[in-house]
């Protein structure tokens, strides 16, 4: 992880754990995500990132590697919920699943309305999105890179 984000971490208040275990993405993640390698070097040794409330948080390879347990939050909660909204709709769940096909969660906050961002991994844009309707977002930066300059920055406030 970087050196300027650590000390934004810190300065923020974040809670951050770091690892020296090698993580693997599941094979289900690589198989539908073409993952940004600027985001994987960014949180490969990254056990641990939350808010002090621990109710924003980066999404780690843990996160994606982990076994859903009732009560916690997992990595694609927003899309299972979009899906659980479609009940019985066929087009509208092809219609969530095609989006979340190609935007890939990379933080979550369930601190107010629950919302989002991910990387769109066919433009490498970081979008945000917001309940109810997680699927409408917009971009809030070109790249990954300019996501973290812009949290940096104060740009984006997390």
């Given at each position: 992880m970087d050196k300027k984000f650590i000390d934004w971490i810190r300065k923020n208040d974040w809670k951050l754990e770091l690892t020296d275990e090698n993580f693997n993405l599941p094979e289900s993640i690589i198989e539908r995500y073409t993952?940004?390698?600027?985001?994987?070097?960014?949180?490969?040794?990254v056990k641990n990132c939350t808010n002090s409330e621990q109710n924003k948080?980066?999404?780690?390879?843990?996160?994606?590697?982990?076994e859903y347990d009732e009560g916690s939050w997992g990595w694609n909660d927003f899309e299972m919920?979009?899906?659980?909204?479609a009940e019985d709709d066929t087009e509208w769940q092809e219609?969530?699943?095609?989006f979340w096909n190609t935007h890939f969660p990379i933080f979550l906050d369930i601190e107010g309305d629950y919302s989002?961002?991910?990387i769109d991994t066919d433009s490498g844009e970081v979008v945000q999105g917001y309940e109810p309707e997680f699927e409408e977002c917009y971009t809030v930066a070109e790249t990954f890179e300019d996501f973290i300059a812009k949290i940096l920055d104060g740009e984006i406030i997390l």
């Open positions: 993952v940004s390698k600027k985001w994987l070097n960014f949180i490969s040794n948080w980066f999404l780690t390879i843990n996160d994606y590697s982990a919920m979009s899906l659980q909204a219609e969530i699943t095609e989002y961002y991910a």
